[in-house]
């Protein structure tokens, strides 16, 4: 029965280049030394935003994984299944270099170049890339043992993806996990009380085997070839190296208890379990765990960082490709005042995070000059917390664009907004951040006063910008105590200030003029929609940067 015309409902967004639509980008790979990976992005970049590849990533969310602990004759397997998709998406990860590339292709803008690959397929879909992270961040840890890492290097730099359930040795590529946290302790890891016991009296500390007894509450990623773990030897808290596999070809006894039923991230299974003897590979010095580890978390928070600017960028494109093709009370949305107020405002926000992620990753290419260890070790946590603290509204404020469309799940906007809080909380919530900013600032004390001086150039002729940077050093000057307590006040003030010197630097007058405005001391930039000082043809300029017509 045709009971009526289907008009003014939009179409999807699809078969578009992820890379050449977006400004900011494809500037800040040339800014960051990467122009070189140029060419590679735009080609990954229509691929992504392929029709056949946006659908992948749908079915990898709606085919979640399924846990199968024995097989039919009732022998342990502890087996996770995936869709097809779920590997067709790890391909794709793999192809592009994503796990390893400034590994393998060392030198200036490597973690650029990587960063803006992994900011695109963060766009499309987000669970594949927890493993490729884990994977990137366990390299240069992995590095350090020698003669593990002549065992494992092939398989770890290699461009494609195997994901049999197989030894490593049989394997033509290998994924590395992560198993950190327990039931009793969470971000606080000193607590951890799994434990570890050499197999050989006569060979222990760095290099020898262990059996490992415990469990993991979050176990990321439990088909990965090897997880890195905690567990304490009688020194103290250290790192092991975890098989799947035991050498010969039995398996190690890590034992999955169930899947996590999570709000989103559902392409990727996080589990908990237990383990029974388990063997690892003690990596670094034994009851230097936590300093062990600490090398790969800066890498996993860049990446929480990348894959929130990329949730925005994502919304953003979806927001503004509805809102200039959906009427209401007889116009386009995107041509009413404060629809458009609300755009270019959220545009603002998206720029400014592409912006930093990109400089953020520059500085991981040069970790021995002061500055840039001071971006790297004090703004890189400074940022995981705001960035991914604003992905939250941001894919809110993008989803109420859509209005009722958005809130159902046959649509993208529904898989963003769960998507967005993941970032927050793995690797560090919010307040163990902060504090990780005001430690780091003791510890690179010459970077950060570097840092204040760039941030005081930038600011002498923008008013704005200068009462922010007067407000961190006030802060700064605090007792201790009353620091602590304003610890998340300045790590907001810091991003701020340095996105806002971003923005006057690279982007076009008028965008930075209203996002330093709408960010003022004021205002806070707390709700989206509020550029008073910006005209409507600035507004249009920025709509148009951020997402040309398409």
């Avoid at 990965?224 to 070809?249: I, Q």
């Avoid at 005081?456 to 961190?472: C, D, G, I």
């Amino acid at each position: 029965m045709h009971t009526h015309e289907i008009q003014n409902q939009v179409g999807d967004l699809k078969d578009y280049n992820l890379f050449s639509t977006d400004a900011a980008l494809t500037e800040g790979v040339q800014r960051e030394g990467a122009g070189w990976h140029a060419c590679s992005l735009a080609s990954q970049g229509a691929e992504l935003g392929s029709a056949e590849v946006i659908e992948l990533a749908a079915l990898a969310n709606r085919h979640t994984p399924e846990l199968r602990t024995h097989d039919r004759t009732g022998h342990r397997i502890d087996v996770v299944d995936f869709h097809p998709s779920w590997h067709a998406l790890l391909e794709l990860l793999r192809r592009a270099g994503l796990h390893a590339l400034p590994w393998m292709q060392p030198g200036d803008g490597a973690h650029a170049a990587r960063a803006a690959g992994y900011f695109m397929h963060g766009q499309i879909e987000a669970g594949s890339l927890c493993p490729t992270t884990m994977t990137f961040a366990a390299i240069p840890v992995l590095r350090q043992e020698a003669a593990l890492f002549a065992q494992l290097q092939t398989r770890l730099f290699a461009r494609e993806h195997d994901g049999r359930d197989l030894p490593m040795q049989q394997k033509r590529s290998i994924l590395i996990g992560m198993g950190m946290t327990e039931k009793q302790g969470g971000s606080d890891v000193r607590s951890n009380a799994s434990i570890a016991m050499p197999m050989d009296p006569q060979a222990q500390g760095r290099g020898a085997p262990y059996l490992l007894s415990g469990h993991k509450w979050f176990f990321s990623a439990p088909m990965c070839d090897a997880h890195m773990m905690l567990a304490r030897t009688e020194n103290g808290l250290s790192c092991f190296f975890v098989p799947r596999w035991l050498p010969d070809g039995a398996r190690n006894p890590i034992l999955i208890q169930r899947l996590k039923d999570k709000l989103g991230n559902r392409s990727n299974a996080s589990s908990e379990v237990e383990f029974d003897e388990a063997m690892g590979i003690m990596v670094g010095d034994e009851g230097r765990g936590i300093p062990t580890i600490i090398e790969m978390a800066n890498h996993t928070r860049l990446d929480c960082v990348i894959g929130s600017a990329a949730l925005m960028r994502q919304a953003l494109a979806q927001a503004i490709h509805h809102a200039r093709r959906r009427s209401a009370f007889g116009r386009h949305l995107a041509e009413q005042p404060l629809m458009r107020n609300v755009l270019a405002d959220l545009a603002l926000e998206s720029e400014a995070a592409t912006m930093l992620m990109l400089r953020l990753a520059h500085a991981f290419d040069a970790p021995d000059d002061p500055l840039q260890r001071a971006w790297k070790r004090i703004v890189t946590p400074a940022a995981k917390f705001w960035v991914c603290k604003r992905a939250l509204e941001f894919t809110g404020e993008c989803m109420e664009v859509w209005g009722g469309n958005g809130y159902v799940e046959t649509g993208p906007m529904a898989r963003l907004y769960r998507e967005a809080p993941v970032n927050s909380i793995w690797e560090g919530s919010g307040n163990v951040m902060c504090l990780d900013v005001l430690r780091a600032i003791e510890r690179e004390a010459q970077g950060f006063a570097l840092l204040l001086a760039q941030l005081e150039q930038a600011a002498a002729n923008h008013a704005l910008l200068a009462s922010r940077v007067v407000a961190l050093k006030q802060m700064l000057a605090a007792p201790p105590e009353q620091r602590e307590a304003l610890a998340r006040r300045f790590a907001q003030q810091l991003v701020l200030a340095l996105q806002g010197m971003l923005m006057l630097r690279h982007a076009p007058g008028a965008s930075a003029d209203a996002f330093l405005a709408a960010r003022g001391e004021a205002e806070g930039g707390r709700v989206y929609g509020t550029l008073g000082t910006a005209s409507a043809a600035a507004q249009q300029g920025i709509l148009l940067r951020a997402w040309p017509l398409h």
